[in-house]
């Protein structure tokens, strides 16, 4: 069966401090209480972008610590910065040891193929690893094409997708003609028909507060019991559209802080929550988790 992996949300105080603790708390949460079976960690969900290297060497290195081997870790090293990316997937890899690295296709500036090409190259090239290209299409603006995904399939060291993207077509395309190569999906509100088409695993930010429906959602499928499997995805779909409404990360951290693990506020520019957004909140707690 596909593999649930968290997309882990990062703790930080008012003034944009990493919250260590709560760090080691949501990790613990994740394994112990939502029993995902691995950690997407340095991603959008961890605000990543937002922060300077040795922030997000700690928060690799305090991750680790907490999930030793327990679970599988991807480390998100992909940065406007290519020798940042390098640095950090040196690090992670050699220093603490993790099983994969991903990257988000370089954004802002139009890059063109050949240049997002050598970026992953690039990035592989020193470092004994395999690679998830992160294709999000909507944050970035870039669209790879299906030989385009198989231009970099071609690096043995690029084992595959984290494909956050609503184009099931593409996605078919990719599985049946690469089959050997690893397809995790990104958007939770789609995992349903992400693993009718054929998933290796999902990778999500509601799985923090959610893990147990999606893991269901999959099972279902599992078993071709489509039935079953639309009304989970349909109560997620609720649950999801509420958060998002809400405001993603506010709202996902603020339900976390409802059930114990406080997880503090989002990293400027993004904005701290306000009173209203605390009490949807606790109401999402009572009627979903
Ligand atoms: O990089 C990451 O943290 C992710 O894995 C992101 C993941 O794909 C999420 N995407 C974003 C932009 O947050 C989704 O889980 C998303 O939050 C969810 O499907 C709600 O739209």
């Given at each position: 069966?596909?593999?649930?992996?968290?997309?882990?949300?990062?703790?930080?105080?008012?003034?944009?401090?990493?919250?260590?603790?709560?760090l080691?708390?949501?990790?613990?949460?994740?394994?112990?209480e939502?029993?995902?079976?691995?950690?997407?960690?340095?991603?959008?969900?961890?605000?990543?972008?937002?922060?300077?290297?040795?922030?997000?060497?700690?928060?690799?290195?305090?991750?680790?610590?907490?999930?030793?081997?327990?679970?599988?870790?991807i480390a998100?090293?992909?940065?406007?910065?290519?020798?940042?990316a390098?640095e950090?997937?040196?690090?992670v890899?050699?220093?603490?040891?993790?099983?994969?690295?991903?990257?988000?296709?370089?954004?802002?500036?139009?890059?063109?193929?050949e240049?997002?090409k050598?970026?992953?190259?690039?990035?592989?090239?020193?470092?004994e690893?395999?690679?998830?290209?992160?294709?999000?299409?909507?944050?970035?603006?870039?669209?790879?094409?299906?030989?385009?995904f198989?231009?970099?399939?071609?690096?043995?060291?690029?084992?595959?997708?984290?494909?956050?993207?609503?184009?099931?077509?593409?996605?078919?395309?990719?599985?049946?003609?690469?089959?050997?190569?690893?397809?995790?999906?990104?958007?939770?509100?789609?995992?349903?028909?992400?693993?009718?088409?054929?998933?290796?695993?999902?990778?999500?930010?509601?799985?923090?507060?959610?893990?147990?429906?999606?893991?269901?959602?999959?099972?279902?499928?599992?078993?071709?019991?489509?039935?079953?499997?639309?009304?989970?995805?349909?109560?997620?779909?609720?649950?999801?559209?509420?958060?998002?409404?809400?405001?993603?990360?506010?709202?996902?951290?603020?339900m976390?802080?409802?059930?114990?693990?406080?997880?503090?506020y989002?990293?400027?520019?993004?904005?701290?929550?306000t009173?209203?957004?605390?009490?949807?909140?606790?109401?999402?707690?009572?009627d979903?988790?």
């Amino acid at each position: 069966m596909a593999n649930l992996i968290t997309a882990l949300l990062v703790p930080f105080d008012k003034s944009g401090q990493l919250m260590e603790e709560s760090l080691r708390k949501i990790v613990e949460y994740n394994i112990s209480e939502n029993n995902v079976d691995g950690l997407y960690v340095g991603g959008s969900t961890g605000e990543n972008f937002m922060l300077d290297t040795a922030t997000k060497k700690n928060i690799f290195r305090i991750v680790k610590e907490v999930a030793e081997d327990r679970v599988e870790l991807i480390a998100q090293v992909g940065s406007l910065n290519i020798y940042e990316a390098k640095e950090l997937a040196a690090y992670v890899v050699n220093e603490l040891g993790y099983s994969k690295i991903s990257s988000v296709t370089p954004f802002y500036y139009k890059f063109d193929f050949e240049e997002i090409k050598n970026y992953y190259f690039e990035i592989v090239k020193d470092v004994e690893t395999e690679l998830i290209v992160y294709s999000i299409p909507a944050l970035t603006g870039v669209n790879f094409s299906e030989d385009q995904f198989g231009e970099l399939f071609a690096n043995p060291k690029i084992t595959g997708v984290k494909y956050t993207a609503g184009d099931f077509y593409l996605m078919e395309r990719l599985r049946s003609r690469f089959p050997n190569k690893l397809m995790y999906s990104g958007f939770d509100e789609m995992l349903l028909p992400a693993a009718a088409v054929g998933i290796d695993g999902a990778i999500g930010s509601t799985f923090n507060v959610n893990a147990k429906r999606a893991r269901q959602i999959l099972e279902a499928v599992e078993q071709n019991d489509f039935v079953t499997a639309r009304k989970l995805q349909a109560e997620t779909n609720d649950l999801i559209q509420k958060i998002l409404d809400n405001g993603l990360y506010n709202t996902l951290k603020l339900m976390l802080t409802e059930k114990g693990v406080d997880m503090g506020y989002c990293h400027l520019p993004m904005k701290h929550y306000t009173d209203n957004q605390v009490k949807v909140a606790q109401k999402l707690v009572k009627d979903y988790m």
